[in-house]
């Protein structure tokens, strides 16, 4: 099942990121989604990772499609200006992406190039003032493109608070929903009953919500993540449960498991980080019990 | 009261810049430099002896009073014997004040500093960036705030996931330029501005570089 009918079904949805390979062959990255087959709604490719650059993200897009997996192509407005933006989302449109994931993206910390300039001309979740045109047959500045260009999208919503949601996400959230937006994804989701707090507090307005959820496989990954994302996303008794697991491939799918267990009745799916390792998503799916 | 502000570069790169430059002169400024204890008189003296130390032949040295001001060509030329001396002028002014001496001088000039921005005083010592001249100002919707400037990604349509309690994720003491914006607009009461979905911003307000004659 499509993303799109999915989310419209009301579905527990399932989506996972994958990177464009750059030094392998695609067909290897389709050979590990077929251990996954029938089990994701919608596989997202972005179009940087944490180390720099990544393959031709549309084209893996169209490949993952070729071979019956709905693509979500993520791109973020931190690398590219206007005209590229506009060119990108012509192409993937082109392509037969259906499914657009945006993120304003992080202040670049890791990687290739740390001083190259970064965009952010237009932010993501006002993508939309881009998209609008382009949904309408035209350029930002008016000229005719031919045909609609539409997508399913999804734009990331901060929820790492607990109950006290400050009115500005509030107000952001009512403004993205205003514009269009076919789905909310959090940041990602460590504890389940702040998340559970944050979901009471905020109105969605009726669009759903999807939780991503990290697989976090040591100890050292999830101290990174609060040294380098946000001091306190994975809290310390986290930490410390990998930290002293004897088998840390037991401990790491046993907390993704109770976490996606925590979120089935929260929220209207879950999106998943594997930060390579793909071939082992089944595990967790299983352990979680994701179809 | 705004100022230059300016950060010294590296050793290793002023000795690059002076490879092969065996007689120095030096130039600081009395204003924005002096300020901020990056090219006033101090300053040149302690790259007096920096430089001495690693034998190089320091011909003069002056602090002007202004060194952006076209006047500064005639204040130098009364070091006429000292300059003339020098394979180089090395200038701990900012790039105002370099480019300035480069204009009116025949002598090669060497920056002893990097100009990070225009500072808006806010206490002793303290300055901040709040405004870059893009050139197309937007604060009359922004409760006079600019988040072009003060915002890190400089977002026009609120605030990205990185507002950490009204703090920045680039830097936990820089303030989120959407927090500021939004209790500003709030205490006002106009917080519906900030429904108002703004366009693509136009970044060619005034194409580089800038240049003006008035009537």
């Known amino acids: 099942m499509k993303l799109k009918e999915s989310l419209e079904k009301k579905r527990f949805?399932?989506?996972?990121?994958?990177?464009?390979?750059?030094?392998?062959?695609?067909?290897?990255?389709?050979?590990?989604?077929?251990?996954?087959?029938?089990?994701?709604?919608?596989?997202?490719?972005?179009?940087?990772?944490?180390?720099?650059?990544?393959?031709?993200?549309?084209?893996?897009?169209?490949?993952?499609?070729?071979?019956?997996?709905?693509?979500?192509?993520?791109?973020?407005?931190?690398?590219?200006?206007?005209?590229?933006?506009?060119?990108?989302?012509?192409?993937?449109?082109?392509?037969?992406?259906?499914?657009?994931?945006?993120?304003?993206?992080?202040?670049?910390?890791?990687?290739?190039?740390?001083?190259?300039?970064?965009?952010?001309?237009?932010?993501?979740?006002?993508?939309?003032?881009?998209?609008?045109?382009?949904?309408?047959?035209?350029?930002?500045?008016?000229?005719?493109?031919?045909?609609?260009?539409?997508?399913?999208?999804?734009?990331?919503?901060?929820?790492?608070?607990?109950?006290?949601?400050?009115?500005?996400?509030?107000?952001?959230?009512?403004?993205?929903?205003?514009?269009?937006?076919?789905?909310?994804?959090?940041?990602?989701?460590?504890?389940?009953?702040?998340?559970?707090?944050?979901?009471?507090?905020?109105?969605?307005?009726?669009?759903?919500?999807?939780?991503?959820?990290?697989?976090?496989?040591?100890?050292?990954?999830?101290?990174?993540?609060?040294?380098?994302?946000?001091?306190?996303?994975?809290?310390?008794?986290?930490?410390?449960?990998?930290?002293?697991?004897?088998?840390?491939?037991?401990?790491?799918?046993?907390?993704?498991?109770?976490?996606?267990?925590?979120?089935?009745?929260?929220?209207?799916?879950?999106?998943?980080?594997?930060?390579?390792?793909?071939?082992?998503?089944?595990?967790?799916?299983?352990?979680?019990?994701?179809? | 009261m705004i100022r230059s502000i300016t950060r010294k570069k590296s050793e290793e790169e002023i000795d690059r810049l002076l490879s092969g430059l065996g007689r120095i002169f030096l130039i600081g400024c009395g204003t924005c430099v002096t300020l901020t204890r990056t090219g006033g008189a101090p300053e040149v003296a302690q790259m007096k002896e920096q430089l001495t130390e690693k034998g190089k032949l320091v011909t003069g040295s002056t602090v002007l009073p202004v060194a952006c001001d076209n006047l500064t060509g005639e204040t130098l030329r009364e070091f006429g014997p000292q300059m003339d001396l020098a394979d180089a002028l090395l200038v701990m002014t900012c790039a105002f004040g370099v480019q300035t001496v480069a204009r009116q001088m025949k002598t090669m000039v060497v920056p002893a500093l990097d100009t990070l921005f225009i500072g808006k005083e806010t206490g002793p010592g303290r300055f901040d960036e709040v405004c870059t001249q893009c050139g197309t100002c937007i604060i009359g919707e922004t409760g006079g705030i600019c988040p072009v400037t003060t915002c890190h990604k400089g977002l026009v349509n609120g605030p990205c996931g990185g507002t950490d309690n009204g703090k920045c994720e680039i830097d936990p003491e820089k303030d989120c330029a959407w927090t500021l914006i939004y209790n500003r607009l709030k205490e006002l009461d106009r917080l519906d501005s900030m429904r108002v979905l703004q366009k693509p911003r136009n970044h060619q307000g005034e194409p580089r570089p800038g240049k003006i004659a008035f009537g």
């Open chain 1, 13 to 291: 949805v399932v989506t996972s990121e994958v990177q464009a390979p750059l030094d392998e062959s695609p067909d290897q990255l389709v050979k590990s989604l077929e251990l996954i087959r029938g089990r994701m709604d919608g596989v997202t490719i972005p179009e940087i990772q944490i180390e720099g650059i990544v393959s031709d993200t549309i084209k893996v897009c169209e490949l993952l499609n070729e071979n019956r997996f709905d693509a979500i192509y993520q791109t973020t407005t931190r690398d590219k200006n206007r005209i590229q933006l506009q060119k990108d989302l012509l192409r993937a449109h082109n392509s037969g992406v259906e499914n657009l994931l945006v993120f304003t993206e992080d202040y670049r910390i890791t990687g290739d190039s740390l001083q190259e300039m970064m965009f952010f001309h237009v932010d993501a979740g006002k993508l939309q003032s881009v998209l609008q045109h382009m949904r309408e047959g035209r350029t930002v500045d008016g000229h005719e493109i031919g045909k609609a260009t539409d997508f399913v999208v999804g734009s990331g919503v901060e929820s790492g608070w607990g109950k006290d949601v400050p009115d500005l996400e509030l107000k952001e959230m009512e403004a993205l929903a205003e514009i269009g937006v076919g789905y909310f994804l959090s940041t990602p989701v460590f504890d389940v009953d702040q998340f559970a707090r944050f979901l009471k507090q905020v109105d969605t307005f009726g669009i759903p919500v999807i939780a991503e959820v990290m697989i976090l496989r040591t100890a050292g990954m999830a101290r990174f993540l609060n040294r380098h994302i946000k001091s306190g996303m994975v809290p310390e008794w986290l930490i410390k449960k990998l930290a002293e697991a004897p088998d840390k491939e037991k401990a790491s799918i046993e907390i993704f498991a109770d976490t996606v267990k925590g979120l089935k009745d929260l929220c209207q799916g879950v999106h998943i980080i594997t930060i390579g390792g793909e071939e082992k998503l089944r595990y967790y799916l299983d352990a979680a019990t994701l179809r």
